[in-house]
């Protein structure tokens, strides 16, 4: 989402400075116009640095995970980490600053209909490790709102589409339906949002939002099901049509995040992730539509895009696959061609040289650089999003 923003607000002439972990992926960040400053929400030096100057601030960064083996961990980045980018915003002088929290740390209506802004939530209402930090970093803006800080706060709903790398959770159960890795569902309900409305919605923000106030960005509440069948629809495929209640799951949520932390391995599913599934996660942009002029496109489009580029992505990889098998090939009939020159009548006899291509030249390690993918130590884990979504603004248009 971070680099959605980013080409958002380059659009709208905005002079960008993109802060980067050291080592992360930034091939989302390919072809914009941005300085690039490392740093970390971990280091709250970096975070310094990176805000001196800049006009506006937009807090796009988090850690995007539903189960993590250290909580603590996720706390560090997604709450000390947002008081501690806010304090140096404040010091620094910024004028005005976007938050971007989550629906995931807003209250749920007990019937099920579409929750808005003002629904009561709690500490002890979040499911799970990743709502209670965005929970805990948004009520930490709120009292520093209060205290002078001039900030908006967005709350985007499950945002879908191009780009994502990772990809998200959200993007990977889209990934996973279309490939027909999810052969069943249980009955709950989310709100889709394209990514590039997201984005749209965090500029709307920072030009027409008011200080202190919340505002929403979603786009339509699917049932779960019906995302299914949507997915399927647009992939070519069959929906799952085996539903399972939460309560048979429960076991195997266990066991799989047990061999996560054995294994080092993401879970396919958690405890947390089926808390969040006894509730539908329906939620109102009316806020947003009339205080800003958000206008969200429907969740097909948004699913309709993300495949596509997934798709693009799967056969990008798989053209390397193929141009790199070619090479091989062709170096190994190129030294089985030498090496049958050189001994054939005429071809060099006894004093032809022995051929050595072979030992110099393994068609693995010849292969052109780039071609291979793969987790580099001190990129952006799995479902993490990267700290480049942190977009300090340094000037107006």
Sequence with gaps: MGSAVARVLAGRGHALRLLVRRGSDRRNLAGLDADLVEGDLTDPASLVRAVAGCRYLVHVAADYRIWVPDPARMLAANVAGTVALMRA????????????????????????????????????AMAGIYKRSKFLA???????VRDGLPAVIVNPAGPVGPRDIKPTPTGRMIRDAAA???PAYVETGLN??????????????????????RYILGGENLLLRDLFALIAELAGRRPPRLRLPIGLLWPVAIAAE?????????????????????KRMFFSSAKAMAE???????????????????????????????????????????????????????????????????EDHDPETSRPV?????????????????????????SAP
Excluded at 100 to 115: E, K, Y
Excluded at 261 to 278: I, K, Y
Aim: proline share 7%; with cysteine.
């Design 89 to 124: 915003a404040g010091e620094a002088g910024v004028e005005r600053i976007v938050h971007c929290s989550s629906v995931a740390a807003l209250g749920l209506t007990a019937d099920g209909s579409p929750a808005d802004e003002t629904i009561p939530a709690s500490e002890a």
């Design 138 to 144: 948004e009520q930490a803006v709120l009292a520093l």
């Design 258 to 278: 047990a061999i996560a932390r054995a294994t080092g391995t993401e879970p396919p599913v958690t405890r947390d992730h089926l808390r969040m599934a006894r």
């Design 292 to 358: 800003l002029g958000y206008a969200p496109r429907p969740a097909r489009e948004a699913v309709a895009d993300a495949l596509a580029w997934f798709r693009a992505q799967e056969g990008a990889r798989q053209g390397s696959r193929e141009d790199a098998s070619t090479g091989a090939q062709g170096h190994a009939q190129s030294h089985a061609q030498s090496h049958a020159q050189s001994h054939a009548p005429g071809g060099g006899g006894a004093d032809a040289r022995p051929d050595t291509a072979g």
């Design 192 to 213: 889709i949002v394209h990514v590039d409305d997201v984005a749209e919605g965090h500029a709307l923000a920072l030009e027409r939002g008011r200080i202190g106030e």
């Design 370 to 394: 780039g071609t291979r993918t793969g987790h580099v130590p001190g990129q952006d884990r799995p479902g993490e999003d990267p700290n480049a979504g942190t977009s300090p603004v340094r």
């Design 180 to 182: 027909g890795r999810l």
